[in-house]
Nanobody, 123 residues
């Protein structure tokens, strides 16, 4: 059973930064694409960013381009989401996911999710 554990969320003022981490208990981690999603109250969970197995290819939701950076450390089985210039509309629970498929910019999530980490941005 693959386990994912997110950390790094918290309360920050608008314009601030946070770095989320997702540790994955899968020996084959370095072969999987990974993604970050978020879910705000009353809304569906939506895609934020994705990274391919090597870390060379990344994709972002339009509204976070230039502010968020996804990266990974395959030696540590960890994927990161650096979030800068945070806005109140970024407030959500953030989840990481092991990709079922990432091709041509299209991300298909697997059933493997972490428990989520809360990010709250105050205005």
């Amino acid at each position: 059973q693959v386990q994912l554990v997110e950390s790094g969320g918290g309360l920050v003022q608008a314009g601030g930064s946070l770095r989320l981490s997702c540790a994955v208990s899968e020996r084959a981690f370095s072969t999987y694409a990974m993604g970050w999603f978020r879910q705000a109250p009353g809304k569906e969970r939506g895609f934020v960013a994705a990274i391919n197995w090597s870390g060379e290819i990344t994709y972002y939701k339009d509204s976070v381009k230039g502010r968020f950076t996804i990266s990974r450390d395959n030696a540590k089985n960890t994927v990161y989401l650096q979030m800068n210039s945070l806005k109140p509309e970024d407030t959500a629970v953030y989840y990481c996911n092991v990709a079922r498929r990432l091709a041509g910019g299209q991300y298909s999530p697997s059933d493997y999710w972490g428990q989520g980490t809360q990010v709250t941005v105050s205005s």
